[in-house]
């Protein structure tokens, strides 16, 4: 399904208290940069749990554009078998990324710095949002790119047959510009090397070091970190198991907090540090979560999370959390909406060229739903229990995390809370919906009654 398909209106309504327990589906971090690597890789890689969402197969397809060979197996397993390294294919046709956001900045870094022409689209909402921040580096590197105005889809990018190494200081806290300058030195001869002022999450550097890449990291007197990648290194196939997405976790594990009388589990979720702000916030805010059956697979760490409903009071949230919860901020909003007391949110800058702008887009579904907030240009306030919730229609503007945002909220206001389009909630998390009726909530098509 593409995001020119008919919109899909949801509607979400109170109902019993949500119990039971549950596994939300892959990281989709980790699933996009397995299928890259593995691509990579000399050698057959097996992935298991990799997320079966839009966004991930979109990657599937791009890199079995650039000759990669990728099967899904019997048992839902995949294998990759790479064509190695320097020796991607140029793609016979533009690629369509759709909506998503890791996968086109990560394959730009791969397309960069290999002698091949190509074009990349996109959906609309992915049309509109900023390439020039790794385009940038890869134009030092050597790369001739034809974008249209702004650096924006679709665009053309030809990598260098002689790719320049280079020392690139990262403008933005963004994962997705720093690992686009690592995948691009691996084909670069020389040492590449990214600073990083502000630790994003570090998926590609573990998931570097597993495949054999010469990689190290330093971090220095002022805290930034320093990667270093040796290019021209072959990478060898590994096992790689992903642990269950965070940012998917986010939303059964909110709705629990404020449905009244919930008691749900989620299980084998990623607990990298870089991705669990989320939770420390929720804790601060005296949720009753606790996290257990804690351990380690493939280098990450991962564990059960418990949720009970609970009496949520509001907190402020530094700015220095926000790349540790960056996808977060949407459900967040619903969480205090629920607390008493108010709830701040700072150094949300980078919310506005998300899928959406979604601190815009979080600020009018509030409005529409009768929760009191103040969006500032880089912060929220959202004012808690302040009056009736729900009644309200909320525009999704193609972003996965606003329609599932919002459903949470529905499924514990006054009144039904409708999103105008649910479809596009495929693009990281295709079973949220039986996850959320297995729990016992609510989510109709949009008309239909409830039973
Ligand atoms: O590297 C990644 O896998 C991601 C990085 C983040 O984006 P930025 O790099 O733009 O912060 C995040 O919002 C996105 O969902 C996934
Ligand atoms: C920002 C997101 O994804 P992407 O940048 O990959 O489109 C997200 O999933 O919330």
């Known amino acids: ?32 940069r397995a299928l890259m690597l593995g691509s990579l890789a000399i050698g057959r890689s097996h992935v298991t749990g990799l997320l079966e969402s839009e966004d991930v197969l979109n990657t599937a397809k791009a890199m079995r554009a650039y000759g990669a060979r990728i099967a899904r197996d019997d048992d839902g397993g ?46 609309a909402s992915l049309s509109r949002r900023p390439m020039g921040r790794v385009l940038e580096p890869l134009r030092l590197m050597g790369a001739e790119v034809v974008a249209r105005a702004g650096d924006r889809l679709p665009l053309s990018i030809r990598g260098s047959a002689a790719p320049a190494p280079i020392t690139y200081r990262v403008p933005v806290p963004s994962a ?13 001869p020389g040492v590449t090397t990214v600073i990083e002022p502000i630790a994003t999450r570090d998926h590609t550097e573990r998931m570097l070091s597993g495949f054999g890449a010469e990689l190290s990291v330093e971090v220095d007197d002022a805290g930034a970190r320093i990667i270093r990648l040796t290019g021209q290194r072959e990478l060898s196939a590994q096992t790689v198991q992903v642990p269950g997405d965070p940012s998917s976790a986010a ?42 059956n804690i351990r380690e697979t493939g280098g990450e760490r991962l564990g059960d999370i418990h949720v009970r409903h609970s009496a949520l009071k509001g907190v402020t949230v530094p700015a220095e959390r926000a790349p540790s919860m960056i996808d977060e901020y949407p459900v967040l909003a619903i969480a205090a909406a629920f607390a008493s007391g108010r709830t701040v949110m700072q150094g949300l800058e980078e919310l506005r060229v998300k899928e959406s702008d979604r601190l815009a887009a979080v600020a009018a579904g509030l409005a529409a739903n009768g929760i009191a907030h103040e969006a500032g240009e880089d912060t929220l306030v959202v004012e808690g229990r302040s009056g009736q919730i729900g009644g309200g229609t909320v525009t999704t503007h193609l972003d996965h995390r606003i329609a599932m945002a919002f459903l949470v909220l529905g ?41």
């Open 251 to 292: 939303f059964p594990i909110i709705a629990a907090l404020i449905v009244p009388g919930s008691e749900i589990t989620v299980a084998d979720v990623l607990l990298n540090e870089h991705r669990t702000g989320l939770f420390l916030t929720l804790q601060e805010m005296g949720a009753d979560l606790t996290i257990d």
């Open 411 to 451: 499924l514990a206001s006054d009144r039904p809370v409708t999103v105008d389009d649910g479809s596009v909630i495929a693009t990281s998390f295709p079973t949220f919906q039986d996850i959320i009726r297995d729990l016992g909530g609510v989510i109709d098509a949009s008309g239909e009654q409830a039973a």
């Open 176 to 188: 997705q510009v720093k690992s686009a300058v690592l995948l691009a030195g691996l084909n670069t």
């Open 78 to 123: 995949w294998t990759v078998d790479g064509a190695g390294l320097g020796s991607l294919l140029e793609p016979e046709e533009a690629i369509d990324y759709g909506n998503a956001g890791t996968g086109v900045r990560l394959a730009l870094g791969l397309a960069g710095t290999h002698p091949i022409a190509t074009t990349f689209t996109g959906d």
């Open 1 to 32: 399904m593409s995001h020119t398909s008919p919109p899909v209106p949801l509607t979400s309504r109170a109902g019993a208290a949500l119990k039971g327990r549950v596994a939300v589906p892959g990281d989709k971090s980790i699933s996009h």
